[in-house]
């Protein structure tokens, strides 16, 4: 009984591996429009990174652009766009993701 306890644990295991082992970190670059302050890439960045999946967000006023990194099997680049122009950011994915 132990044997089989110890051998199926080990196969899932296993497969839990092959399953995280299959996500892949990547990176989109993305237009976002209306923010007109210091504190909009704040808001922006937050509600990105509050997102499941994302790991990380860098907001540039200056240049209007969100670069996001992102577990593929987790989000994906239309998601985060979506949320962060429900916030009261249009935004358009420029470069990358899937």
Do not use: W
């Not at 995280?20 to 989109?28: D, H, K, P, Y």
């Not at 990174?49 to 969100?66: E, I, P, S, W």
């Not at 962060?84 to 993701?97: A, C, E, H, Q, S």
């Amino acid at each position: 009984m132990r044997k089989i306890f110890l051998t199926t644990a080990i196969f899932s295991m296993m497969a839990l591996y092959a399953q995280n082992g299959t996500a892949q970190e990547q990176i989109v670059t993305m237009h976002v429009s209306g923010m007109t302050c210091a504190t909009c890439p704040i808001s922006v960045r937050h509600r990105a990174l509050q997102l499941k999946g994302v790991r990380a967000a860098n907001v540039d006023l200056n240049t209007a652009t969100a670069t996001v990194t992102y577990e593929d099997s987790e989000q994906s680049p239309r998601n985060i766009a979506q949320a962060i122009t429900k916030l009261g950011y249009p935004t358009v994915i420029k470069d990358g993701g899937k």
